[in-house]
């Protein structure tokens, strides 16, 4: 009980400072960065109500519609989109935008500071951008350094009282205030389907998906010349006719057990999928997917990733292998066994190795800028470069190869 009672001590205590010097920080400023800063102020108020509820109640089904309320809150900062009269502060709410899903850290295991330091760094290119544009300017900089200190404030939080991750109903009691909605699994993602609005708004947008390619059929088309790049027109007076191939169709998203295959294709800004498996000899194929989280409940015999970009995928523990094709900025985390992983033309993929998975193969060819990423005793990942360099030189009749190291 006195464990739980310091959790919450705390937390209170990083809104009342931390948070409150970055709500001050943006009052500074004045509009439209005041009332942004209540969105995120309310975001951390929502995060209290669940560490209270949390640690006294066994964690809720995933699937639970307070869990999407609370994720539609913060995807109202995600998703926020500023008017042309509030161009001056574009790089301010991509800041804020970009490492808000920190607050994801309470699904996340076993390691919520590294995603809490990975959401932070996210945001840094453009907080950076905010202090280049705004020299000498001392109210710009003192929102970004409060800014960057609630973030920082926010993960030894979490690495003095979660370092492994948080631990439901650790309070060893019942009660409380009621239970306010918890946020799906993490990454980078972390959202539920549903829109920020009421549940009219939610209805309309499910209503404009369900139109397929019809949905942009409403749009006026937009007139360019070719001036940029390339010749100029013919003629001022009768410009040239371009033409450009016809905009492919949006293929329907689809989540399916197919036979002994779970095939997950063309998914958009979905966070907190999960693969419910109960049999290992099932695989998984993912295909086209963007800007997803998606969480593997049980072993797997195979995993097929391609051609998707900027995703998370959580594995339990695989039979066979993962094969990974054309993908951009992908994170794998493997907490379990993985005995081969092979990569093929990738770009920025990230695999996170606990100590169950520390004797994964990976055979990589055409990727660049990859990492394996491993679990330390203190909950923070070691992050080291995969090779890119492969010297070659010609022994007898035969070539030998070798991995030239990065000093």
């Known amino acids: 009980m006195a464990v739980a009672q310091r959790a919450i001590?705390?937390?209170?205590q990083l809104i009342n400072?931390?948070?409150?010097?970055?709500?001050?920080?943006?009052?500074?400023?004045?509009?439209?960065?005041?009332?942004f800063a209540g969105k995120v102020s309310h975001a951390f108020q929502r995060n209290l109500e669940l560490i209270k509820y949390g640690l006294y109640n066994p964690q809720p089904p995933m699937d639970n519609e307070q869990m999407k309320t609370y994720a539609n809150e913060i995807r109202s900062i995600v998703e926020f989109r500023e008017s042309p009269k509030d161009s001056s502060f574009t790089n301010h709410f991509s800041t804020v935008r970009e490492a808000i899903l920190a607050l994801g850290w309470i699904n996340v295991k076993p390691a919520p500071t590294q995603y809490i330091k990975d959401a932070k760094?996210?945001?840094?290119?453009?907080?950076?951008?905010?202090?280049?544009?705004?020299?000498?300017?001392?109210l710009h900089k003192q929102w970004v350094n409060s800014w960057n200190q609630l973030l920082m404030d926010l993960q030894s939080y979490v690495k003095s009282n979660f370092l492994t991750g948080f631990t439901w109903g650790s309070g060893q009691g019942k009660g409380g205030a009621a239970p306010p909605p918890p946020p799906p699994p993490p990454p980078p993602a972390l959202f539920a389907d549903a829109p920020p609005q009421g549940d009219n708004a939610r209805q309309a947008l499910l209503n404009?998906?369900?139109q397929g390619a019809n949905i942009t059929s409403h749009l006026k088309p937009v007139k360019k010349d070719k001036t940029a790049g390339g010749a100029a027109p013919a003629s001022l007076h009768s410009p040239v006719k371009v033409q450009t191939a016809p905009r492919p169709a949006a293929r329907p998203p689809k989540f399916a057990l197919d036979g002994r295959k779970w095939v997950v294709?063309?998914?958009?800004?979905?966070?907190?999928?999960?693969v419910e498996n109960e049999d290992m000899s099932q695989s998984l194929a993912m295909f086209s997917c963007q800007d997803i989280s998606l969480e593997v409940a049980n072993k797997l015999n195979s995993v097929v990733i391609d051609s998707c970009k900027n995703s998370l995928v959580v594995l339990k523990s695989i039979i066979s292998s993962v094969e990974v094709i054309r993908c951009d900025r992908l994170k794998i985390q493997c907490d379990g066994i993985v005995p081969l992983i092979n990569m093929d033309n990738c770009d920025s993929v990230q695999i996170f190795v606990t100590p169950a998975s520390r004797g994964v193969e990976v055979i990589s060819s055409k990727t660049t800028?990859?990492?394996?990423?491993l679990l330390e005793p203190d909950g923070d990942y070691k992050e080291i470069a995969m090779p890119e360099q492969i010297k070659t030189v010609l022994v007898g009749e035969k070539?030998?190869?070798?991995?030239?190291e990065k000093n």
Do not use: H, I, W
């Not at 001050?24 to 509009?31: K, R, V």
């Not at 294709?265 to 999960?274: A, D, F, I, K, V």
């Open 9 to 12: 001590s705390d937390f209170e």
């Open 17 to 35: 400072t931390s948070l409150q010097n970055f709500v001050s920080a943006s009052s500074a400023l004045g509009d439209p960065l005041k009332s």
């Open 121 to 138: 760094e996210a945001g840094e290119y453009y907080g950076n951008r905010v202090l280049s544009s705004n020299k000498g300017n001392e």
């Open 208 to 210: 404009d998906l369900n």
């Open 265 to 274: 294709e063309y998914q958009r800004n979905q966070y907190g999928l999960r």
């Open 369 to 373: 800028s990859c990492n394996m990423c």
């Open 399 to 404: 070539l030998v190869s070798s991995v030239v």
